[in-house]
């Protein structure tokens, strides 16, 4: 083999090993890319798979609800309302001062029980949640809030978000458990409520300026935020919460819009 045939043969192995390496990079970097799109995707399904599951859990308490309310508007309501009305008849008919008397008791107590349940049945069967926006239903909590005297709740919503009903309710009890949170623990005079939207993303801050707590103690996790932590984390949200002794609580959550497009259960 002379000097020029040798030079073609390391031309050609070293081109034929070119080729080899690059098809091997080539194959390794669609490996992984591949890989990456596989696992971003089943990331985005089984994100799916539990808000499908929220929304599933949601809409069953919502019938389980509605059919517990309607049964005590429908059967336990009426005959309190019949049991009344015979107390009242026995109460007028009896000549015993000291037995109207007692009737009069009786009648106070079934009346008194009666309009709680029917305030129940109410609340049970009521549909502001499924048909009201997040916005108002941050608006009505906040007047409830003043209603009470017992301190002053505040929203300010930049943009009101179209989401399903399941981040919708979702997001509603967290603004719930925050401020009852507020309430009982804390000591507050004042809570507010941001609430905005931008770009892809969801963002709400909840603030109080109460007496604030170690959010190093273990024996603070009991108090609500565990269950605020869960719903943010089935949303797919991320979330922080700032607090030191005496200067209140604040909780800051964003949560991709992505995951709140608004759908039919």
Known sequence: MGETEITIFIILATA???????GIVVFVFRYRARKIAYEAEKSRMNEQHQLDLL???LESQRQTMQFIGQEIHDSVAQKLTLASIHTQRMEFETQAPVEQDKLAGVSKIINDSLLELRQLSKSLTDNTLQNAGLDELIRMECEQVNATGLCIASCEITNSPVIDIATKSSLFRIIQEFIQNSIKHSGCKEIKIRLTVAGNELAMTLADDGKGFDTVEEKHNGIGLDSIRRRIQQLGGNYNFE????KGVRLNLTIPMNNTAKTKL
């Not at 034929?16 to 690059?22: D, E, G, H, K, W």
């Open 16 to 22: 034929i090993l070119l080729i080899f390496i690059s």
């Open 55 to 57: 929304r599933i859990q």
């Open 243 to 246: 607090s030191e002794t005496g």
